[in-house]
């Protein structure tokens, strides 16, 4: 019998009650009205425009589970934390949990406890959780920051490329896809690798009248730190300074105290606790600037931020004015200000590099890995270790990449020390299984199952993950017991696993493998013009604004805006030529 859906009106009065806003934004009502209705969303909203609402108001309404996929572990906790603080039912699952922390409250979903969960990507690559999500039953998919899900845009996870596959197994839910920035073409690719049917699209307009855009030369960091202290004491208000590396965040933030100027670190490399004193900090308006890395900033909405500066030139123009947009939320003139020198570019040529080794690198490292693994196929040591191991210059972040590649084609895992995962090998032929198990018992039953999801494999002896086996087998503690009976009639050989990196099958040559050399080479090539276009606005001749606007297929755009640097005719311009720093 069908329901009744919950109608904006209904959205309006959650809203109202449960985060204490009178009205949506503009962009939000359409895209809760059109989640409401049951059908796939995609939403471009810029940074600041609310987009986490465009799923938790609805989250709130629907029947059954609001799942939400989302690449950050530090911002996943931060929006669990704001929900909960709220006394709104939200949780995670990633990587920081135990296995007893996520029994816990997977125990709270299945009890109903729970209306928005948050999932990392990786989550869904081992075990069984989408299946035991659609037991649940599962009203939403939510997927944030979704233009990693398109190799054209401009933060492409591979982990992302499953999600598709996901969403089916957690039995076909309607979709919302999120992102700050998307050209048209990343927009049709979200679409098409989601594979959501007829999208209702929102966008709503990309361009910030209130940002003044600037770019300022700088060949060393020497003059850099110069030009930063000379803004912040030029210009009033809060400001956040983006920095490249950690190193870098630690060293500015130094030179800005040095100077008088208060200001605080914020990178991933802080632990919990300190991140979020320095977040609150911030927040309350204690501290004049945060220098960070581009973790800072996300799910944050601090109206009154007056200064944006790019200390060194972000990787792609989708990056930069999503942190700019972090400027002059309150709708308030603000200042966004890039420190560029040619230089800059290497350090994202060195990240592109490591993210998307050479096939050779791969190889190398795969053969290394089979040198190296144990009999399950376990191999001991670090990226560090292994690129100390490897022929030729290679570094720890191309070893990084290499086992990204190789994990993404089912050559390589790294296993939580979860007791589900075992190294199985069949003894018995399938005459003598036939012959000596009763066609309805339990063991054959097991073996068939274990053969379904393994195959050929089994004979020569392969991994396989217990929780991943059909519900009625209880996951691995229940199928343990049942494996060991058929160990002690000969038919299989089974051995535990402890947790860590290994190679799925470490006799397997590496070129049976599905690997995409040809998307390795396409997504490389696709970052390497993003870094280019972001040179190219740094040393435009012409409004930057529309340089922007342009880019994103925003109509808005204009040949002149009257509010950038070349514009108004403030801007000193630089050479293209390479300089020693």
Request: neutral net charge; glycine residues 8%.
């Amino acid at each position: 019998m069908m329901t009744d859906r919950p109608d904006l009106g209904v959205a309006q009065t959650a809203l109202k009650i449960h985060f204490g806003y009178d009205a949506f934004r503009a962009g939000q009502d359409e895209a809760i009205e059109s989640v409401l209705a049951g059908r796939d969303t995609l939403v471009v909203l810029p940074t600041g425009g609310g987009k986490s609402l465009c799923y938790q108001v609805p989250a709130l309404l629907l029947p059954g589970l609001t799942v939400v996929v989302s690449p950050l572990i530090s911002l996943m906790k931060d929006q669990v934390d704001a929900l909960t603080a709220r006394g709104l039912p939200a949780t995670f699952i990633n990587s920081t949990l135990s296995g007893g922390e996520v029994s816990d409250r997977m125990a709270r979903v299945r009890r109903g406890d729970v209306k928005l969960l948050y999932v990392a990507p990786e989550r869904f690559d081992a075990g069984a959780l989408a299946e035991r999500l659609c037991e649940v039953g599962v009203s939403l998919f939510a997927v944030d920051e979704a233009h990693c899900v398109s190799e054209w845009g401009h933060d492409f996870r591979p982990s992302y490329l499953r999600l598709a596959q996901v969403r089916q197994r957690l039995g076909s839910p309607p979709a919302v896809a999120l992102t700050a920035t998307a050209t048209p073409h990343v927009r049709t690719d979200i679409a098409r690798q989601l594979r959501m049917e007829r999208p209702h699209t929102i966008i709503t307009g990309f361009d910030r009248t209130n940002l003044r855009l600037q770019v300022v030369p700088a060949r060393t960091e020497q003059e850099k730190d110069d030009t930063l202290v000379a803004i912040m004491r030029e210009h009033e208000g809060l400001a956040i300074v983006y920095a490249a590396t950690r190193k870098a965040v630690e060293r500015v933030a130094l030179t800005l105290t040095r100077s008088r100027i208060p200001a605080l670190a914020y990178h991933a490399g802080l632990d919990d606790v300190h991140r979020h004193d320095v977040q609150e900090q911030f927040m309350r308006g204690d501290v004049r600037a945060i220098v960070a890395t581009n973790a800072f900033g996300m799910g944050i909405d601090k109206a009154n931020v007056r200064l944006v500066v790019h200390h060194a030139m972000p990787g792609t123009l989708e990056a930069y004015y999503q942190e700019a947009g972090r400027a002059g939320r309150d709708g308030l003139p603000a200042g966004v200000f890039l420190l560029h020198a040619f230089q800059d570019r290497f350090t994202h040529e060195f990240f592109i590099k490591g993210a998307h080794p050479d096939r050779a690198v791969i190889e190398e490292v795969y053969s290394l890995m089979q040198r190296e693994a144990d009999s399950t196929g376990r191999v001991s040591g670090d990226a560090e270790r292994l690129a100390r191991l490897v022929r030729g210059k290679v570094t720890s972040r191309e070893v990084e990449g290499a086992l990204r590649v190789l994990a993404s084609a089912g050559a390589y895992r790294n296993d939580p020390e979860s007791g589900a995962v075992v190294h199985l090998r069949m003894l018995a032929t399938p005459e003598r299984v036939k012959r000596e198990l009763d066609a309805a018992s339990l063991e054959l039953g097991l073996l068939r199952a274990l053969w379904r999801m393994a195959g050929a494999a089994l004979q020569a002896g392969t991994l396989v993950d217990l929780d991943r086996l059909p519900p009625g087998f209880g996951g691995a503690a229940g199928a343990l017991p049942v494996l060991e009976q058929l160990r002690g009639g000969q038919f299989i050989d089974w051995a535990r696993t402890d947790g860590g990196p290994r190679l799925v099958n470490a006799e397997r040559p590496l070129a049976t493998f599905p690997l995409d050399w040809a998307g390795l080479d396409r997504r490389r090539s696709a970052e390497l013009a993003k870094l280019d276009t972001m040179q190219q606005y740094a040393y435009t001749r012409g409004c930057r604004r529309g340089f922007v606007l342009r880019y994103f297929g925003d109509p808005a755009a204009t040949a002149t805006c009257g509010n950038c640097d070349i514009c108004l005719g403030t801007h000193v311009p630089q050479s293209r030529e390479r300089r020693a720093p």
